[in-house]
């Protein structure tokens, strides 16, 4: 069964790049089919999706999508040898407080739709405050 662990930072502060990391163990995150995303839920709100790298085949493999709010400041890449996906934020705003998940999902998530942790495998979440 696989499972996920996030880990980074807890305290960031403004106008910094909040970097994450996504171990996977019992799965390799290059098998094929599967959305590695990243997930936060700001205090009070909902669920969000902030974006996913699918693990395809040949030139999709690897392909990025985001939510369109935060393209211009989220990026995720992978790390294939340590078998963990990063998130990188840059110019954090106290705005961008939340708790941080990565999931693993079998289907193409609508980016501006709202996530369910029923669905797909999901690290514990942490918590991250934007804050000086």
């Known amino acids: 069964q696989v499972q996920l662990q996030e880990s980074g930072p807890g305290l960031v502060k403004p106008s910094q790049t909040l970097s994450l990391s996504c171990t996977v163990s019992?799965?390799?995150?290059?098998?094929?089919?599967?959305?590695w995303t990243w997930i936060r839920q700001p205090p009070g709100k909902e669920l969000e999706w902030i974006g996913y790298?699918?693990?395809?085949?040949?030139?999709?493999?690897?392909?990025?999508v985001y939510k369109p709010s935060l393209k211009s400041r989220a990026s995720i890449s992978r790390d294939t040898s340590k078998n963990q996906f990063t998130l990188q934020l840059r110019s954090v705003t106290p705005e961008d407080t939340a708790v941080y998940y990565c999931?693993?999902?079998?289907?193409?998530?609508?980016?501006?739709?709202?996530?369910?942790?029923?669905?797909?495998?999901w690290g514990q979440g942490t918590q991250v405050t934007v804050s000086s």
């Open positions: 790298m699918y693990s395809g085949y040949m030139y999709s493999s690897g392909s990025t």
């Open positions: 019992g799965g390799s995150i290059t098998t094929r089919g599967y959305y």
């Open positions: 999931a693993r999902v079998d289907f193409r998530p609508e980016v501006t739709g709202t996530p369910s942790k029923d669905i797909g495998s």
